[in-house]
């Protein structure tokens, strides 16, 4: 075992049993021991360049090729300073190279090295794509008609559990949200129906059962075992917002929340109205009082932001959108 693992095991021993957990969920990484090998050296005994080097190598759990957030990034920081002040107190007195001034600065190289990008087409597709070469291809569609939901114009996941089938308008194919209608793509329509219609689906962990929750559209995967056990509806939502994290989040190249997506839906649906570069000065220009009312009134039609201002309104698309401008 690595004296690094040891040591950490005896600092986490020393927490409160759920903060033990998160921390070493955030810091217990084997790409700290993989480089400790790679150098010949504990991470007591690194300089400040090798553990940014170290660092850079860091990715997100069950997607090697995704690297993490700059927010991510932070929390580690914190946690390892903190990890580095119990061995010095507890091992031997050393400095400890996160509160130094030369890794200040240098900590800003793994963040212009992190690639922070916001939602686009692009990366819907591509995670999509991702879905298929991961999962069979009913899961993936499962997965699929989830993230298109978000894209148009399903806000939470309450909206996706209570859908009924009437909230969907054949002739239009639209569904209504809220009082609201959203036109639903071709692709979308096709895949609400297939999933409707599906009394079993093959699941990473066995073929499923399909049950909707009190005659909603929408349907759920469930071992036979549990058909017949009466759930909530916020047991449905978290089981959404859970598959999202575990299936949907790691096929992106960014950390990706449903509510990204949706608010990007929002953006592409000024985008179709008003044209791109309208679109862009809407979001990105200084306030204008003309430009305030069409975007507060675009919000309350799509259902986004209710009682947000317009600073609010624009930094929330911005975050998800422009998140680097």
Known sequence: ???????????????PEKTSQKIRSMIDRHEVYDYEEKIGKSIFEM????????????RRRGAQKSKLSTKTYDVICSLFRSFFSWYIDEVEVIKNPFNSPEFKAKYKN??????????????ITKAINRLYSNENRDYAEYCEAIVRMAYEGFATTHDIVFLKESDIDILRRSVTIRGREHLLSSKLYELLISIHNKEEMPAPRGVFAMISFEGSYFKFPTRESFVDVKREAVFWQSYISRLFRSKI?????????FRDIYIYGFYEH????????????????????RVNMILLDE????????NLSPTQLR???RQCVFPDR
């Open 1 to 15: 075992m690595s004296k690094t693992k040891e040591y950490l095991d005896q600092y986490l021993a020393t927490r």
């Open 47 to 58: 300089s400040v360049d090798e553990i940014i080097d170290m660092m850079k190598t860091f």
């Open 110 to 123: 793994i963040l212009t090295d992190v690639r922070v990008i916001g939602v686009t087409k692009e990366s």
């Open 249 to 257: 989040t790691p096929c992106f190249d960014s950390t990706v929340s």
């Open 270 to 289: 000024i985008v179709r109205k008003y044209g791109r570069e309208e679109a862009e000065r809407m979001i990105l220009s200084d306030n204008d009082g």
């Open 299 to 306: 919000a309350d039609a799509y259902g986004v932001g209710e």
């Open 315 to 317: 930094k929330t698309v």
